[in-house]
């Protein structure tokens, strides 16, 4: 019964696989610079295993139980690899949207502080007009960089400078 039934499922499975494996190369191509390189080798790997499992199910008197554990397996590791995609995908997307926060905030505070020190220029120490030119480079610094770690540490020097400066 149970070979009867993996002869049966046999094709559906290896369908099934492929359009996990398809799914899974559309999203990793999709969001390439999100994803680790790695992910493709894996699911390079899950393609090799349905093909196997298809060359399988071609040969004169095929080992159907093994076509279906292939495709099965095929299938279960495109789920899994797809899913780590996603996750990996989200979490750059949180990163960066944390890095365009901070920095919207180091530039508001420190056109902020540049007003306050403009306008009571005559009363400023020079320590505080030095510390807002390191807020300031700082900040030019996180809206030219590319990597979004780096943004997010050079806005968040840039808020803390040009909070020093208006405390000074």
Not at 45 to 72: C, F, G, H
Not at 140 to 153: S, Y
């Amino acid at each position: 019964a149970g070979l009867m039934a993996a002869r049966r499922d046999a094709p559906g499975e290896i369908a099934a696989a492929q359009a996990d494996v398809d799914r899974a190369w559309e999203y990793l191509n999709r969001y390439d610079e999100d994803i680790r390189d790695s992910l493709e080798d894996e699911l390079r790997a899950a393609e090799t295993l349905n093909e196997s499992a298809r060359d399988e199910l071609e040969q004169e008197q095929p080992d159907y139980l093994r076509v279906v554990k292939l495709a099965r397996e095929a299938n279960a590791a495109a789920d899994r690899i797809l899913a780590q995609a996603r996750d990996e995908h989200e979490t750059a997307e949180r990163l960066r949207a944390k890095a365009a926060s901070a920095l919207r905030d180091a530039q508001a505070k420190v056109a902020m502080v540049g007003r306050f020190i403009q306008v009571r220029h005559p009363f400023v120490r020079d320590a505080a007009r030095n510390t807002l030119v390191e807020a300031r480079e700082a900040l030019q610094q996180a809206e030219v960089v590319t990597d979004v770690n780096a943004r997010i540490t050079l806005a968040a020097r840039a808020e803390a400078a040009a909070d020093e400066a208006y405390s000074l």
